[in-house]
């Protein structure tokens, strides 16, 4: 039993005296949003940072994926994937566009390609992935799909802040990526989001859309919407730049040793490192075979909780399970069956940059020896 409770996650937040100090600069200058001082050095910094050519930041992520899907006017159906948080499809549901489910691949629950291809009808007009728990899609084989059935992709790269494949950010594939900076993700800005694109003219429309459509004073040109971003985030945002490296360094000690401690636990299996892939340890999911391990996820799940740790399951139950999408025919059994195993097994284990190494030791040996 912990002394504390142990939650999934713990923010971080900047340093105070710093954002003290550029709260008295907002409170000089009386300019609160709509592109200001820190709106503006941060989009620049974060671009830098990020690898990226352009990136638009919003008020959050959900609003950033329904604006995603409006800058590149999707309609009909889109292919996306039943096993991620549930704004990835209630994005599409708030543009009137139908969701396709497809499956996930068993090795990183992706949504697998193969059944992307199969999933295309003539209403198809784009591909929305996910890089659950930062973990890259099979983005060359979807870009290929979309190129031969001239499809868009918008990826819900929510879990994939800073993470690269060959030295390149993952958020360059794709037409458009859309990051979150809620507090429960890696990098925050209290609530936060972001789009990536890859051109000027699309950064522009972008733009216009997150805030109403104004091109001028004077010029709506489409029925945007409020999305922007404010001052006080900005300012918070640029500070979080500052110490994103060693929080990265600290997380990725933390995940090596929960694998180091768990890794022969039978019936537990975890992901491991991808070659060419530059991580950003979001999350520690595992996964409980109830053939193998002693207890069912959900039995493994309470006993945590009646220890003070409250690990949670992302992501289960599985979208297309909610009432408002299980009538769906992409949202059958035998449709998702690699989602619903996932689904069945999976927790994700606390894990944050103030996690002490005794907490990661006593959560492990509490999994190891119940
Ligand atoms: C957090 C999250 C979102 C939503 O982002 P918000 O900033 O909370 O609106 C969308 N998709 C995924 C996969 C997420 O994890």
Redo the contacts with the bound molecule.
């Keep these: 039993m912990m002394g504390k409770k142990i939650f999934v996650t713990q923010p971080t937040l900047p340093n105070l005296d710093g954002f003290i100090e550029s709260l008295k600069e907002i409170w000089e200058n009386k300019w609160l949003t709509n592109d200001g001082k820190f709106h503006k050095e941060f989009e620049n910094k974060l671009a830098k940072f990020l690898g990226v050519k352009y990136i638009s930041l919003f008020s ?6 329904i604006s995603a899907l409006q800058v590149l006017r999707i309609t009909g159906e889109v292919i996306t994937t039943p096993y ?2 549930v ?2 499809t209630h ?1 599409l549901w708030w543009n009137g566009i139908k969701p396709v489910f497809a499956d996930i691949e068993l090795n990183y629950c992706n949504i697998d390609a193969e059944r992307i291809e199969t999933a295309i009808t003539p209403k198809t007009t784009a591909i929305l992935p ?1 890089h ?1 728990y930062g973990n890259p899609c099979n983005v060359d084989r979807i870009q290929d799909i979309a190129d031969r059935y001239g499809l868009k992709v918008i990826y ?1 790269a ?2 994939a802040f800073g993470v690269e494949k060959n030295d390149n950010s993952i958020l360059n594939y794709g037409d458009l990526s ?1 990051l ?3 507090a ?2 890696i990098f925050n800005t209290i ?3 972001a789009i990536i694109c890859h051109d000027k003219k699309t950064k522009k429309r972008i733009d216009f859309l997150k805030n109403f459509g104004f091109a001028d004073e004077v010029t709506v040109v489409a029925p945007g919407i409020n999305a922007k971003m404010n001052e006080l985030q900005a300012a918070y945002g640029l500070l979080q730049l500052n110490t994103y490296q060693k929080e990265l360094w600290k997380r990725m000690e933390i995940v090596n040793l929960y694998r180091n401690l768990l890794h022969n636990t039978k019936g537990i299996t975890f992901f491991n490192d991808i070659p060419n892939v530059k991580h950003n340890y979001a999350y520690f999911p595992i996964l409980v075979d109830k053939n193998k391990y002693r207890y069912e996820r959900d039995e493994l799940y309470a006993i945590l909780k009646k220890h003070n740790i409250y690990a949670r399951r ?1 992501f289960y139950p599985l979208i297309s399970d909610f009432s408002v999408y299980r009538g769906l025919p992409s949202a059958n059994h035998e449709n998702l069956i690699s989602a619903r195993i996932i689904a069945k097994q999976v927790i994700c284990l606390p894990l944050y940059s103030n996690l002490s190494f005794e907490d990661v030791e006593q959560i492990s040996k509490i999994i190891k020896t119940v």
């Design positions: 959050n992520g959900t609003l950033a994926l991620s948080f704004a990835t994005a996910v659950v819900d929510a879990h859309i979150s900076f809620h429960t993700k609530e936060g989001g992302y």
